[in-house]
């Protein structure tokens, strides 16, 4: 019975400290506002990068959904929102523009090596689609 207790108590501990460490870090860094963002959509990029740098999270998502409302089709901005909404803690609606990121750049290595889509398995290497169904795998 020792023996027994002496293998599972380690393997338990072992379980729980996985399942604690399973939620990736969100990223670093932000993405720049590329050429041919929208004039109206630019200036809400740039306000969101001065925010996000200060550690202001609420006001650079508020910004970065502005900068959308001017420019839905902006990957970067759904990207640095989802960056932002993961940096408050809200993992639910930062993977949805996570996701929505990866649809408008299926190419753009940065978004499609971003958390989520490391989580489920869909890297730039080998997420060759253009369009990610949003509940895939439970999201």
């Not at 002496?6 to 400290?17: E, H, K, N, V």
């Not at 508020?62 to 929102?81: G, R, W």
């Not at 803690?89 to 996701?99: E, S």
């Amino acid at each position: 019975m020792n023996r027994v207790l002496a293998f599972l108590i380690p393997l338990a501990i072992s379980s729980l400290l996985a399942a604690c460490a399973s939620h990736k870090a969100p990223p670093t860094n932000i993405l720049v506002a590329p050429a041919g963002t929208s004039a109206k959509a630019a200036p809400f990029m740039a306000e969101g990068e001065r925010l996000f740098n200060a550690k202001d999270y609420t006001g650079a998502s508020a910004a970065f959904q502005n900068a959308i409302a001017q420019q839905s089709d902006l990957a970067e901005a759904h990207y640095n929102l989802a960056v932002s909404l993961d940096r408050m803690g809200n993992r639910t609606d930062a993977k949805k523009h996570y996701i929505t990121a990866a649809n408008l750049a299926p190419g753009n290595k940065v978004i499609w090596d971003s958390p989520p889509m490391r989580e489920i398995g869909l890297t730039h290497d080998i997420g060759k689609k253009s369009y990610i169904d949003s509940t895939y795998r439970g999201f």
